[in-house]
């Protein structure tokens, strides 16, 4: 019969979060059943006191899910947006990138690109009851990644002279690059 109340709750948290993290309350709500019952509950009694103590099925998803990894790399991710823009917005008016060799379609491909992955990473940094949704930041981490280092090679083969606000910018870029490296499987393992 307990197992009758803590399974429906565990299926119900399914629904809402990975697996790895049903295990971990499966395994406490399991202890706090054992915990009721060593303290004189009926097998149901002791199945509701642990899962009164574990909290609305609903609100436990929203707390976890508003301490996930992906939202804080989705925060992260998109709190640098406005430096590494400035850096190369920057660098790209100093060196007049609009007379480099760069075709139209590819300037549009990078800019519909990146506006892909901010919404993905907005997405991910907004959710309040989706864990599921909050796992966009690992896309956008690695989009952002992608265009990063695109950017950088296109500097590299088109820019007449390497200048110090495109150094500046490449820097930038490449510590972006290796904070989303070391963020994105944290975001994947959960």
């Known amino acids: 019969m307990s197992g ?3 399974s429906t709750y565990l299926i119900d948290l ?3 979060l990975p697996a790895g993290i049903i295990e971990e309350i499966a395994d406490g709500l399991a202890q706090a059943c054992e915990d009721h019952l060593a303290r004189g509950l009926s097998e149901r009694d002791a199945a509701a006191a642990a899962i009164a103590e574990f909290g609305d099925a609903s609100q436990l998803a929203a707390e976890f899910t508003r301490h996930s990894p992906g939202r804080r790399t989705a925060r992260i991710m998109l709190g640098s ?3 590494l823009g400035a850096c190369w917005g920057a660098a790209l ?3 007049r990138a609009w007379l480099w060799p760069v075709p139209v379609a590819a300037r ?8 892909l992955v ?9 959710s309040r009851h989706s864990y599921r949704l909050t796992r966009l930041a690992a896309a956008g981490g690695i989009g952002l990644g992608v265009l990063d280092l695109t950017m950088i090679a296109v500097v590299l083969l088109a820019a ?3 200048t110090w606000l495109l150094a500046i910018a490449i820097t930038a870029s490449l510590t972006r690059t290796g904070l989303a490296a070391r963020l994105v499987p944290r975001v994947l393992a959960r």
């Open 118 to 126: 901010i919404a993905a990473l907005a997405s991910a940094a907004a």
């Open 14 to 16: 399914s629904r809402r």
């Open 93 to 95: 008016i100093a060196t």
């Open 160 to 162: 007449p002279l390497v």
């Open 81 to 83: 947006g406005p430096v």
């Open 4 to 6: 009758d109340l803590t």
């Open 108 to 115: 549009l491909a990078y800019g519909s690109a990146l506006l």
